[in-house]
């Protein structure tokens, strides 16, 4: 059965550990198990059934018994979360999210762990499933290069979201920014760095455009280079939700990429993500080699990047190669 070796798959890809306890278990196409999706956040399971085929009584019976086997014994509610949009296109009624099957009280809100720091949850707010489970090792591998590159001081997180890059970055920067457009978002984001009282730098949160902001700070860094940062993430929403937005798509990313370039100091790190699956590897790294050159910036790759591997790529399916991410440093 499908469902069953997408979760015995996980059991290797993804183990849950005492500081890993949130992680995909079904992944659609990519597990031969199309508008099915569902992450597990410690002991919530959030489902996503998107299409016309698997939004039915009986899918959902055969998804929760499977769910149910495979966290036998364990604390755990299996919740519905809707995609209103996706629904919409598929011309299915949005049923309200609610538990499907609890093995104790049931909850809308956790608790989880990525790379051992805590995060909160609540099924009922944020993006997709409520996080964004894939980026968890760049996460981690975002924190080590720029620990290990010396440039320590100042940290810009652009499209933070709930603070994910923010939070591996004060582990090891003495200040971090974190930008978003959503006010929601960054109250989460604070909530999780109350979480980990354990973190060392100096952490604010501003409510910004992102492409507005990182104008205005590259004017002011112009003419004073205090302004300037060691490390810098890029990680924004999909520009390119169609092919023919992807051409749009490049000159954003182009954007953000040229006005981080100026931003940074000599050493410093960039961590820059695409998540537009019609935005191909070889674009983007062309899109960031034109703003290095426009920048006029000597940059290193360090390392490319992709999703977690509870997130697995299907080489003849273009949709499941969507997450990019480069490592760069900036002389």
């Known amino acids: 059965m499908r469902v069953d070796a997408a979760l015995a798959r996980r059991r290797v890809l993804a183990p849950v550990t005492e500081g890993d306890n949130a992680h995909r278990l079904i992944f659609s196409e990519a597990d031969g198990l199309p508008g099915i999706v569902a992450d597990r956040y410690n002991d919530l399971v959030l489902l996503q059934l998107l299409t016309q085929g698997t939004a039915q009584d009986d899918v959902r019976a055969v998804l929760v018994e499977a769910l149910r086997e495979e966290f036998a014994g364990a604390e755990l509610t299996i919740w519905e979360r809707p995609d209103v949009r996706i629904r919409e296109l598929e011309q299915l009624a949005a049923p309200a999210p609610g538990a499907l099957f609890t093995s104790w009280e049931a909850r809308s809100t956790t608790e989880f762990r990525l790379n051992g720091l805590r995060f909160e949850y609540d099924a009922g707010a944020g993006q997709k499933t409520g996080a964004f489970l894939d980026q968890r090792l760049n996460y981690a591998a975002a924190a080590r290069w720029v620990g290990a590159s010396g440039r320590t001081g100042k940290a810009l997180d652009v499209c933070t979201y709930q603070g994910g890059f923010a939070l591996h ?4 920067c003495e200040r971090v920014t974190g930008v978003d457009a959503s006010r ?14 354990e973190l060392k730098a100096e952490t604010d949160w501003i409510e910004a455009d992102a492409f507005e902001l990182m104008r205005a700070y590259d004017d002011a860094a112009k003419t004073d280079a205090t302004r300037k940062f060691d490390a810098i993430v890029l990680d924004p929403p999909a520009f390119a939700k169609s092919k023919r937005a992807a051409e749009g798509a490049l000159r954003g990313y182009k954007e953000l990429n040229l006005r981080a370039l100026r931003l940074l100091n000599d050493g410093g790190t960039l961590v820059t993500c695409s998540c537009s699956h019609h935005v191909s590897l070889q674009d983007f790294t062309d899109v960031v080699t034109a703003a290095a050159v426009d920048a006029g910036r000597r940059v290193q790759l360090l390392e490319t990047r992709a999703a977690v591997p509870d997130h697995p790529e299907v080489l003849t399916l273009a949709e499941t190669r969507y997450l990019k991410c480069l490592v760069l440093r900036i002389d």
């Open 169 to 172: 970055l004060a582990q090891v």
């Open 184 to 197: 929601a978002a960054l109250e989460a984001a604070d909530r999780n760095l109350e979480r980990n009282p």
